[in-house]
Nanobody, 131 residues
Framework: QLQLVESGGGLVQSGGSLRLSCVASRVPLDWYAVGWFRQAPGMERERVSCISSNDTGDGDTDYADSVKGRFTIVRDNAKNTVYLQMSSLKPEDTAIYYC?????????????????????WGQGTQVTVSS
């Protein structure tokens, strides 16, 4: 059974950068579409970015408008890891960040998967951006 562990969160000043890691165990993560989500206090959880499987998909990516041009999602299959590289961070990026995965059985764009499609979640990592 797939397990996910996030890391890399922390406190950073506005304009700074962080790289979040989502490490999978027990199963090849490349069988799965992977999404990064975030939830700020008092707000609903939102999808920040996603990446489809290179195995059953074409590895396409998608980003929320609020992070386009600042965040990059990439896979490292050798490390069974998906990264979220975040730069030009803003105070409004402050949230708990979660990675999640859904087994990808068809060549869908990752954006086709809704939050409820993701059935494996990590524990989350806190990102705090100070002004």
């Amino acid at each position: 059974q797939l397990q996910l562990v996030e890391s890399g969160g922390g406190l950073v000043q506005s304009g700074g950068s962080l790289r979040l890691s989502c490490v999978a165990s027990r199963v090849p993560l490349d069988w799965y579409a992977v999404g990064w989500f975030r939830q700020a206090p008092g707000m609903e959880r939102e999808r920040v970015s996603c990446i489809s499987s290179n195995d059953t998909g074409d590895g396409d990516t998608d980003y929320a408008d609020s992070v386009k041009g600042r965040f990059t999602i990439v896979r490292d299959n050798a490390k069974n890891t998906v990264y979220l590289q975040m730069s030009s961070l803003k105070p409004e990026d402050t949230a708990i960040y979660y990675c999640a995965a859904t087994l990808q059985t068809r060549d869908y764009y990752c954006s086709a998967y809704m939050e409820y499609n993701y059935d494996t979640w990590g524990q989350g990592t806190q990102v705090t951006v100070s002004s």
